[in-house]
């Protein structure tokens, strides 16, 4: 994750010649993967656009169970097939980010020189940053309770 700062800003290390930085660069937008840390930071503390993408549907629906959830056989009873899908994604994201994700986002986050902001596991939901899936819609078309943010684009 740290040396997702000095791709983004800094000197480029092999464009001067031998120990001779290179030109000074600054990213104009971010292409990243939901499960990559420290992106949505950057972007932030750049001011710039951020854009997901990913192969697997990381954004909450009831049309299908998070894909690093391994909950299977919820009493129906109980809850609905929806909910049941709904709740493995703040499952994953509570367990992932209470495995100290956390801390490690803070310390990132004063490294770049922002404040402290880490609160919640799911900044992609929070701050509405758009995502593309790069899968055919004709196989798995965007869920129905996705947001205009959410994208299902076939392949790039």
Wanted: aromatic share 10%; proline share 10%; net charge negative.
């Amino acid at each position: 994750m740290y040396s997702l700062w000095p791709a983004a800003y800094g000197f480029d290390p092999h464009g001067g010649g031998t120990n001779i930085p290179g030109v000074h660069f600054r990213a104009d937008a971010l292409l990243w993967h939901p499960l990559l840390l420290g992106h949505v930071h950057v972007a932030e503390r750049l001011g710039i656009p951020l854009q997901c993408a990913s192969l697997e549907p990381l954004s909450p629906t009831c049309y299908s169970p998070h894909p690093l959830s391994s909950i299977t056989g919820l009493d129906s009873t109980i809850m609905t097939l929806c909910q049941s899908n709904l709740l493995t994604y703040g499952i994953v994201d509570t367990t992932f980010w209470r495995g100290g994700v956390a801390e490690v986002l803070t310390q990132f986050r004063a490294f770049i020189g922002l404040q402290k902001r880490c609160d919640r596991p799911d900044p992609l939901v929070r701050w509405e940053v758009p995502h593309i899936y790069l899968w055919n819609p004709a196989l798995m078309p965007k869920p129905l309770d996705w947001g205009a943010e959410l994208s299902v684009v076939g392949h790039v």
